[in-house]
DNA sequence: CAAAGCCTTCGTCTAAGACGAAGGCTCTCT
DNA sequence: AGAGAGCCTTCGTCTTAGACGAAGGCTTTG
């Protein structure tokens, strides 16, 4: 690297005063010095920046577009001081902390912002990760702690139960169920769907156990989020399995009708879990007392 | 300036082999050096970056935002330097361009800089204006392009839009503004925020204008999607800066009220101006289209 | 328990980068 | 025409920033 900041900001000191004995003063150089970086900067780059004077400099075209591109890093460069800052003024407590889609989006909010509310000094920097990352993000160290599917967690990472992903199948409220309270999945095998984009760890969990019954669902739509799935399954597009509290959550406000299944496998098991419990910060401690008493 | 180019892009050659150790090598410099760099980095900002293991390094959040940055400034030097790399050769093209203050740091530099890689016999000859300013001075023909906030363009003049920042503060139901329907930002001074995870161009943003009314944001948590971020401010976390579009579907199905900001900065429609983009040079229209390719 | 892997610290050495002073050149004024 | 002013470049000197190798410290793995 031939050139550097001091010599940016040098650059655009001298552009700025036409004079390289008054830029030298402005950025606290003796001219010698402000002088000799120019040299550098112009063999550097391999072109004249300045058309030297005696009455001070000029630009060359050159000089012109670096200075613009000049201003533009010296800008990015405060930008980027100001956020670290932000982060150098911030909390003094942060617990890194991932969880999967369902996790993310229906089980932590609520008790992750009690938490937060009962413990001002604490920062949680929360992270959206497949279940089977999350166990190996935390068997590496990489976060404190996880809220992930039990049975993607491999034996030596601690755990706890938190609460339950009862999946639930949403239909309009004149659906192919109507009246049921619960069926097997088999039963809608004849059904359309409307799922969530595959990438998902609650997709595939569903595709692997779908194709283990025989069945090949069709989807109409694949969708990022839970509530515009549902309305989807509202608006009668197909049916759709979701999580029990996002199910609740949208039936207040569209017209769902919910039916249970009866499979094992559509009852997941949602844990929070460390590489270990007793090895965490402090922070990352009080979190999980936290969690062990809001979980089910 | 404490920190220096060969600093960032350690950096960034760290963060991506996750080591110091092969981040030195990368970057030619011996492992001792580079340990003293980072060291020196993280006092000059004042935060750490990096947690160290024995496995290698993982970033902080600072360090994720560090890196942001670190490669927004890295790209912007090869862009530098290619652009002077014409100019050492040759004789170049140049279009001339103003841009007010918010399309300068936020919204340009990227697209700009990929389109001076990618042309490397054009140059941008750019300038920070007002609004206002871009329009007279485009109205007279002093300029060939510009990037201001529509609303202060007179009819005459030829755009399309770029992008936005209509940004919304979102508060719970009981929240401090309850009943309020704008505010000016500084009323929120007191507030404590819920916010995005890293460096984007939306929280830079934000943090600049907060800078400038003497505000700095006290992050309670930083999440990395609008939802759990509304879920949290539901949850009487925090508040939040969100797009009007993201507090709009959020408030649906979530106990939020909605305040607009009546700062000019937090509500504005970005356009890309012309006096005639039929009458363009060719360069101006090169860029013209490279820009209508990066808009909203 | 030893070895491996990785980061930090220490001591040493080199040259980058600072400065003051003087030289060189052009323009202006008397 | 010559002196003085203004400004930039070069030279010599000095200080310390930044480089390195080696060793220490800590954790993980076999």
Redesign the pocket.
């Known amino acids: 690297m031939r050139f550097?900041l001091?010599d940016l900001q040098l650059f655009i000191a001298?552009a700025d005063q036409?004079?390289?004995?008054?830029?030298?003063e402005r950025s606290?150089?003796?001219?010698?010095?402000?002088?000799?970086?120019?040299?550098?900067l112009e063999d550097a780059l391999g072109v004249a920046l300045?058309k030297?004077?005696?009455?001070?400099?000029e630009l060359t075209a050159a000089g012109e577009s670096l200075l613009d591109h000049a201003r533009l890093v010296i800008h990015q460069i405060d930008a980027m001081r100001g956020d670290l800052a932000s982060y150098a003024s911030g909390v003094r407590a942060s617990v890194h902390f991932l969880a999967n889609t369902s996790g993310l989006s229906e089980h932590l909010p609520k008790a992750l912002a009690g938490f937060l509310r009962e413990h001002r000094d604490v920062a949680i920097d929360i992270e959206e990760r497949e279940s089977t990352d999350i166990a190996a993000a935390i068997?590496a160290?990489a976060a404190d702690l996880g809220f992930a599917a039990e049975h993607a967690l491999p034996e030596h990472i601690e755990r706890f139960p938190f609460s339950e992903d009862r999946l639930t199948l949403v239909t309009s409220r004149r659906g192919p169920f109507a009246g049921r309270r619960q069926i097997d999945f088999q039963e809608a095998g004849a059904c359309e769907f409307v799922g969530l984009t595959s990438a998902t760890a609650l997709q595939m969990h569903i595709s692997k156990h779908a194709a283990r019954l025989g069945m090949r669902p069709h989807f109409r739509a694949r969708l990022r989020d839970f509530d515009a799935i549902c309305q989807m399954v509202a608006a009668d597009v197909g049916v759709a399995l979701v999580p029990e509290a996002a199910a609740r959550r949208c039936a207040k406000t569209m017209p769902l009708a919910m039916v249970r299944l009866r499979d094992n496998w559509a009852n997941r098991r949602l844990v929070i879990c460390a590489r270990n419990f007793k090895a965490l910060a402090r922070p990352a401690k009080m979190l999980v007392e936290h969690l062990r008493a809001e979980a089910m």
């Open positions: 550097d001091v001298v036409r004079s390289i004995t008054r830029g030298a606290h150089l003796a001219l010698a010095s402000a002088s000799a970086r120019i040299k550098g300045l030297r004077g005696r009455r001070g400099v068997t160290g």
